[in-house]
């Protein structure tokens, strides 16, 4: 079945320590997304890709990197910089460039900071 | 920027009968798509409808249905005949026309129970 996977459901992090949060599509989509959600907020935008190779920084990417090196992968990592990484990340996808196409999610990554 | 707001940050309705959500958005831009997403418990974002500023008919899809209202700049959602499955986060989107990395902007969210 198509899809977006992430992986793992959960992580741990220690303080200082850069983690990657996996994110993978066989939906055959040009652009992927990365999102952090908080209790109480919307969905607020990390990194997004249209294009393998190129990407560009979402409304929070400070403390974040991401890489596009093939057009289903999309990893997203949190790094020492980020000073509270504490939150549930989505990954999403969709047809690049129209405007009523909806975006597909994985699970989500639940990343603790221990 | 554009914004959009949900005001209700959470809402209950009894098993089988409407729920209305609300929604607004702050835009000066006249062509642009809407969305609702809901979140089940299992946290997977997943598309309840979407509606397009240009269209005048509210979109329906099944038992959701919307209230597109757009010189009030609303966008409610119906859920008739609430089931228990029901149960989940609704957010609200919005995606201009105008925007050539074509973002979402989302709501903060409402909170739906289904009381059985």
């Known amino acids: 079945d198509g899809g977006i996977t992430q992986s793992p459901k959960y992580l741990f992090r220690k303080e200082g320590q850069n983690v990657t949060l996996s994110c993978e599509q066989n939906?055959?989509?040009?652009?992927m997304y990365w999102y952090r959600q908080d209790p109480g907020q919307g969905l607020r935008l990390i990194y997004y890709?249209?294009?393998?190779?190129?990407?560009q920084k979402g409304d929070i990417a400070e403390g974040y990197s991401v890489s596009r090196e093939k057009k289903e992968s999309f990893p997203l990592t949190v790094t020492s910089a980020q000073k509270n990484p504490t939150a549930f990340y989505l990954c999403?996808?969709?047809?690049?460039?129209?405007?009523?196409?909806?975006?597909?999610f994985g699970q989500g990554t639940r990343l603790t900071v221990v | 920027a554009q914004t959009v707001t949900q005001s209700q940050p959470e809402m209950s309705v009894q098993e089988a009968e409407t729920v209305t959500l609300s929604c607004t958005y702050d835009?000066?831009?006249?062509?642009?798509?809407l969305f609702w997403y809901k979140q089940p418990p299992s946290r997977q974002m997943i598309l309840v409808i979407r509606?397009?500023?240009?269209k005048q008919q509210n979109a329906t899809e099944n038992r959701f249905s919307v209230n597109f209202q757009k010189a009030a700049k609303s966008f409610s959602l119906k859920i008739s005949d609430s089931q228990l499955g029901d149960a989940a986060m609704y957010f609200c989107?919005?995606?201009?026309?105008?925007?050539?990395?074509?973002?979402?902007?989302w709501g903060a969210g409402t909170k739906l129970i289904i009381k059985p």
């Open positions: 939906l055959n989509h040009d652009a």
């Open positions: 999403a996808s969709s047809i690049s460039r129209q405007i009523n196409t909806e975006a597909f």
């Open positions: 835009t000066s831009e006249s062509d642009y798509y």
């Open positions: 890709s249209q294009i393998v190779n190129d990407f």
């Open positions: 509606q397009e500023a240009y």
């Open positions: 989107a919005y995606r201009s026309a105008y925007d050539s990395n074509y973002q979402l902007i």
